[in-house]
Structure formats: C-alpha cells, structure tokens
Nanobody, 123 residues
Framework: QVQLVESGGGLVQPGGSLRLSCAAS????????MGWYRQAPGKARELVAI???????NYADSVKGRFTISRDNAKNTVYLQMNSLKPEDTAVYYC?????????????????WGQGTQVTVSS
C-alpha cells in the first residue's frame, strides 16, 4: 500500500508564491525519480519538474527560473517551490513517484500518483 499526501496548494495573486509538498509512505523500498505534473482545465497533463535520485533536475520551459523542485530523502518528500506565479500556472498539481518495491526476485518498479492539489493564481 502506497500513499502520497500532497499539500500547499491554494489561491494566490499573480506574482505570489506557494510551496507544494508531497510525502510518500507505504511499501516503498527505494525511491527513484520524483516529479510534479499539472493539468489545467481542458488541457493535457504536463510535466512541471522532475528530480532524480541523484538530485538532477529538469523543468518545463514555462516554469524555468520560477519553480524549484527539491527532495528530502529522509522524509520521502518532494517539494515544489513556486515563485512569480502567473495565471497560466493555474492547474491541479500532481505528485508522481517512481520506486522499487524491493530488491528480491520479483520486486517491481512502479510509479504512483498523488491525488492532486489545486493551485489557482488570480487577482
């Protein structure tokens, strides 16, 4: 059983900031990449940022320079610091993790999605 708990979403004015967090728990032996995705109404879900187990990061062009992804491996938590928010950042933000269930034969490499947290940027 795996659970992702996302928090930090809300309503902010343009130019404001939010920090999202996603804490993973359950049958996770080893976390690999962790990322944030978002989906705006009527739009496809898109990658926002991803961070590898080694700490390498990648960002969508639309958020580069404004968003920062980080992780705390001791807490199995990934964060997304969002600065200089724009109305077009309005979306449901989803945490996604990639992980191994174990090192034994038959262990699986899986991914799992959080429930999503709403971010609304509006005046």
């Amino acid at each position: 059983q795996v659970q992702l708990v996302e928090s930090g979403g809300g309503l902010v004015q343009p130019g404001g900031s939010l920090r999202l967090s996603c804490a993973a728990s359950g049958s996770i032996f080893r976390l690999n990449a962790m990322g944030w995705y978002r989906q705006a109404p009527g739009k496809a879900r898109e990658l926002v940022a991803i961070i590898t187990s080694g700490g390498d990061t990648n960002y969508a062009d639309s958020v580069k320079g404004r968003f920062t992804i980080s992780r705390d491996n001791a807490k199995n938590t990934v964060y997304l610091q969002m600065n200089s928010l724009k109305p077009e950042d309005t979306a449901v933000y989803y945490c996604k993790i990639d992980f191994w269930t174990g090192i034994h034969y038959g262990a699986s490499r899986l991914n799992y999605w959080g429930q999503g947290t709403q971010v609304t940027v509006s005046s």
